[in-house]
C-alpha cells in the first residue's frame, strides 16, 4: 500500500478505536452493576469477573495464531464486532444470573477476535517511528468514546429511562457499525505467506525476548492485584455508598476524561521518558484508589480519586502495550500481544475469583465493611510493591 492509501486507513482505524470504545463505554460499567440487580452474590460477582476476562484474553491466543497464519486480520475484525454486538442486544431479555454470566463471558469471547488482529493489522500499516503517538491517539480516543457513552447511559437514568437497556442498546449499534465501517474501507493486507505465521512461530521462543519474559511476569503478578479490587469495587458502590446508577457513571466520565486529558497534555513530554519508568510510575500510582474505597468511601472522594487514577491507568495501558511492540519482532506482534493479554487475563481470573470467594469466606465472621477493607488493603500493598518492580525491567 502506499502512504496515502495508508494514511486514510489509519483514520478508519481511529474511528473503528472510538467505536469500540463506545461499545465498551455503555456496556462495560453497567454489566456488573446489572448482574448485582439480578441478585449476584459475591462470589457470583467474582465468577462474572473472572470468566469474562479469562474467555476475552484465553481466546485472543486462538485468534492470534489463526490471524498470523491465515493472514487474515480483517475478517475477525469484523466478525469480533458483530458477534459481540448481537451478543450484547440479547443481555436485553435475560433475568437469570447464571444465563447472564454465560452470555457475558461470550461476549468477552468473541469480542476478543478484534484485540489482536486490529494489533497485527495496524503494526502493519504504521511505520515503526510512529507506533507510540499512533497508540497514544487510539488511547485518547477511547476514553473520549468511553466518556460520551457512560455519559449517555448515566443521563438516560437521570431522565428516568433504562440505563442499562440504554447502554446495552448503544453498545450494540456501535458495535455492529465499527464492523460495517471496517468492512467497507479495510482491505486485507498483501503479505507474503512467509512472512506470516510461519517465522513468528520460529520466533515466539519467550527466554529469546528475556524483556519480554520479565515484563510478562510482573504484568501477571500485577494484573493479580489490580483485579482483585474489581468485584469488591462494585460490591462497595452499590451496598456501602448506595451510589445510584448516574453516580456511578459519573465516576467512570471522570475517570475516562481525566485519562483522555493527561494523555494530550504530557504525551509530547514523555518521549524521552523510558516505558518502564512510567509503568513504575503509573503503577504504584494505582495503589491509592482501593485505600480511599477502603477509608473514604464516599461519592466526592470517589470523584477526586478517579479523576487521579484516570491519568495514570490511561499511561499505564499505552505503556504496556507500547513495551510488548517495542520488545517483540513484527511478524509475530498478533501471536505476542494475544500471549500477553492471555496471560494477564489469566492473572485477572485468578484475582476476581480470588478476591469473591474470600470475602464470602470473611463475611461468615466480620462484617461487610471489616472485610472489604482487609481485602482493598491487600490489593493496595500488591499494587505498590509490584508497581514498583517495573522500573528495573531495563
Known amino acids: ?95 437469570s444470573i447464571t444465563v447472564f454470566i454465560g ?12 484485540i489482536p488482529t486490529f494489533v497485527a493489522y495496524s503494526s502493519r500499516l504504521i511505520s515503526e517511528d510512529r507506533w507510540r503517538r499512533f497508540i497514544e ?45 471496517t468492512w467497507i474501507f479495510c482491505k486485507e493486507l498483501n503479505v507474503d505467506p512467509e512472512e506470516g505465521y510461519l517465522p513468528s512461530i520460529k520466533t515466539l521462543r519467550i527466554r529469546r525476548c528475556i524483556k519480554f519474559l520479565n515484563f510478562l511476569v510482573l504484568s501477571v503478578s500485577f494484573g493479580f492485584f489490580l483485579s482483585m479490587a474489581w468485584p469488591l469495587f462494585t460490591i462497595t458502590l452499590t451496598k456501602i455508598s448506595v451510589l445510584s446508577l448516574f453516580d456511578i457513571s459519573i465516576l467512570d466520565i471522570v475517570f475516562g476524561l481525566s ?7 504530557i504525551r509530547d513530554h514523555l518521549t524521552l521518558v523510558k516505558t518502564s519508568s512510567i509503568l513504575a510510575l503509573s503503577g504504584s500510582a494505582m495503589a491509592l484508589i482501593p485505600l480511599v474505597y477502603a477509608f473514604s468511601p464516599y461519592l466526592l472522594s470517589l470523584v477526586l480519586i478517579h479523576a487521579l487514577i484516570g491519568v ?9 502495550l507500547a513495551y510488548v511492540l517495542e520488545n517483540t519482532p513484527i511478524e509475530g ?22 478476591a469473591g470467594y474470600i470475602l464470602e469466606i470473611l463475611q461468615q465472621s466480620w462484617s461487610l465493611e471489616a472485610a472489604l477493607t482487609t481485602l482493598y488493603i491487600v490489593t493496595a500493598v500488591g499494587r505498590f510493591v509490584i508497581g514498583l518492580l517495573y ?4
Request: some cysteine.
Open 1 to 95: 500500500m502506499n502512504k496515502d492509501k495508508n494514511k486514510w486507513i489509519e483514520h478508519v482505524l481511529y474511528c473503528k478505536a472510538l467505536l469500540d470504545s463506545i461499545h465498551y463505554g455503555a456496556s462495560s460499567p453497567f454489566i456488573p452493576i446489572y448482574a448485582i440487580e439480578l441478585g449476584a452474590s459475591p462470589i457470583e460477582i467474582g465468577i462474572l469477573y473472572s470468566l469474562s476476562n479469562l474467555s476475552l484474553n484465553f481466546f485472543q491466543v486462538i485468534w492470534g495464531y489463526l490471524s498470523d497464519r491465515l493472514i487474515k486480520y480483517v475478517m475477525f475484525i469484523i466478525l469480533g464486532g458483530f458477534f459481540s454486538s448481537i451478543t450484547m442486544a440479547a443481555l436485553l431479555f435475560v433475568k
Open 103 to 114: 452470555l457475558v463471558t461470550f461476549h468477552s469471547m468473541t469480542a476478543s477476535m478484534s
Open 137 to 181: 491517539n487510539i488511547n485518547s480516543l477511547s476514553y473520549l468514546g468511553w466518556v460520551l457513552a457512560t455519559l449517555a447511559v448515566g443521563l438516560s437514568s437521570l431522565l428516568g429511562l433504562s440505563g442499562f437497556s440504554t447502554g446495552f442498546s448503544i453498545a450494540s449499534i456501535s458495535g455492529i457499525t465499527g464492523s460495517i465501517i
Open 259 to 265: 485519562g483522555a486529558a493527561g494523555l494530550a497534555l
Open 312 to 320: 495514570f491507568g490511561a499511561l499505564y495501558d499505552a505503556a504496556s
Open 333 to 354: 506482534k498478533g501471536v505476542y500481544t494475544a500471549l500477553y493479554n492471555f496471560s494477564v487475563g489469566s492473572a485477572f481470573f485468578c484475582g476476581s475469583l480470588v
Open 391 to 394: 522500573r528495573y525491567l531495563d
